[in-house]
Structure formats: structure tokens, C-alpha cells
């Protein structure tokens, strides 16, 4: 059975740094890439980064650009998502999620249940 | 970059059929593969239409996808409505790099 199991999110002030993670099982994570999504209270579905499975492309919205940066360690069947300077509208749910090919092209099968962020003072 | 528009809601009785479109502005609809999602409240996304027209094991097939190019835009057709279809349900596309999502439609089954 595919599992994705996020984990580090939490209440932090604006301008600080998180760092969540993705642990998953049930599959090959390096024959995949994978993706961020988040959804802020009430609203919709907001792509945030994507890694291929070699980690040689990295895509990324362009509100997270220079602020955010996923990578993942295979060997530890591992996502991450490093977020720095946070501001309050990067607060959500935000969800880990696996893609069906090697690609960014954001065909996600497989979602985790979601960490939540609060940024606030 | 691109956008892809949905209806912010549509409604529909049990056993009758719903459409719910997502037009694409910024590149052709045909050019990547669109993927549909079914959100309940509470609940992570799950997929329910990948590469335009696939159905994942486990949907039932009263749910079917379509692209057409004329109008630039995919469609989600669920036919025989059920009350447990009542989501939020989200398309999404790929374009140089970018990801992107519609704004989601709220689905009622009345």
C-alpha cells in the first residue's frame, strides 16, 4: 500500500524558516518524482515545487520562488520542502504528493494527509 | 504561464448527469495531459480522471473525461449522480515547468 506521511509543520512567526518532510512507503520513491500542493483554509488547490525522480529538474510557483526549495533523499525515502522567509499567506494544509512518471508534469496519483502551517505572530 | 478556469459550482439531482468544464487560457488544452481530482471535506485529493480520459483503477465509470480543442477546454462528465459525488473537484495541467491547478467546483447533488 502507497503511504505518504508529512510532517513538520506548525505555528512560526512571519520571516522564519520550516522545514517539512515526506516520508513514504509502498513504493520506489527514485522511480518517481514528487510534488508540494498546499490549500489555504477554504480555498482551492495551490501547486507549490515539484522534483523530478534524479532531483535534476526542480520546478517551483513563482510566489515561492527564491524563498523555497525541495529536494529529497531516496535513500531515506524522503521529501522535503525548506521554507524560508515566510510571510501569513503561506499558511495551509500543505499536502506531499507523488507523481505517476519521472517528470514534473504534476500527474499526481498518491497524496499524503497534509501538514498544516500557520505563519503568525 | 497559463490558467485554467472551472464554474465555481454546479448542482445536480441523484441518477441525472453534471458537466463540469476547465477551460484553459495561455497555450492549447491538447498540448499537456489534464488530470481531474474529487476532494471531500476533510479529505486529501484523489484522483478521479488522469491523462485526459484515464480512469484509475477503483473509479467507477460513471465518471469520464474529454478535451475538446475547438473551445480550449477539458470537461468532466459524471453520470448517474450519486450523493456520495458531492466534492470539491479540482483540474490540473502542465506547462514549461509550471503545475497548475483550477479554482475547483462544488459539486451538489441535491
Known amino acids: 500500500e502507497v503511504q505518504l506521511v508529512e510532517s513538520g509543520g506548525g505555528l512560526v512567526q512571519p520571516g522564519r524558516s520550516l522545514r517539512l518532510s515526506c516520508v513514504v512507503s509502498?513504493?520506489?520513491?527514485?522511480?518517481?518524482?514528487m510534488h508540494w500542493v498546499r490549500q489555504a483554509p477554504g480555498k482551492g488547490l495551490e501547486w507549490v515545487s515539484g522534483?523530478?525522480?534524479?532531483?535534476?529538474?526542480?520546478g517551483y510557483a513563482d510566489f515561492v520562488k527564491g524563498r523555497f526549495t525541495i529536494s529529497r533523499d531516496n535513500a531515506k525515502n524522503s521529501l522535503y520542502l525548506q521554507m524560508n522567509s515566510l510571510r501569513p499567506e503561506d499558511t495551509a494544509l500543505y499536502y506531499c504528493?507523488?507523481?505517476?512518471?519521472?517528470?514534473?508534469?504534476?500527474?499526481?496519483?498518491?497524496w499524503g494527509q497534509g501538514t498544516l502551517v500557520t505563519v503568525s505572530s | 504561464n497559463f490558467m485554467l478556469t472551472q464554474p465555481h459550482s454546479v448542482s445536480g439531482s441523484p441518477g441525472k448527469t453534471v458537466t463540469i468544464s476547465c477551460t484553459r487560457s495561455?497555450?492549447?488544452?491538447?498540448?499537456?495531459?489534464v488530470q481531474w481530482y474529487q476532494q471531500r471535506p476533510g479529505s486529501a485529493p484523489t484522483t478521479v480522471i488522469y491523462?485526459?480520459?484515464?480512469?484509475p483503477s477503483g473509479v467507477p465509470n460513471r465518471f469520464s473525461g474529454s478535451i475538446d480543442s475547438s473551445s480550449n477546454a477539458a470537461s468532466l462528465t459524471i453520470s448517474g449522480l450519486k450523493t456520495e459525488d458531492e466534492a470539491d473537484y479540482y483540474c490540473?495541467?502542465?506547462?514549461?515547468?509550471?503545475?497548475?491547478f483550477g479554482g475547483g467546483t462544488k459539486l451538489t447533488v441535491l
Open positions: 522534483i523530478s525522480w534524479n532531483s535534476g529538474t526542480l
Open positions: 491523462e485526459d480520459t484515464q480512469r
Open positions: 509502498g513504493f520506489t520513491l527514485d522511480d518517481y518524482a
Open positions: 495561455g497555450g492549447t488544452i491538447a498540448s499537456h495531459f
Open positions: 490540473q495541467s502542465y506547462d514549461s515547468g509550471s503545475v497548475v
Open positions: 504528493g507523488k507523481d505517476r512518471g519521472i517528470g514534473v508534469a504534476g500527474n499526481l496519483d498518491n
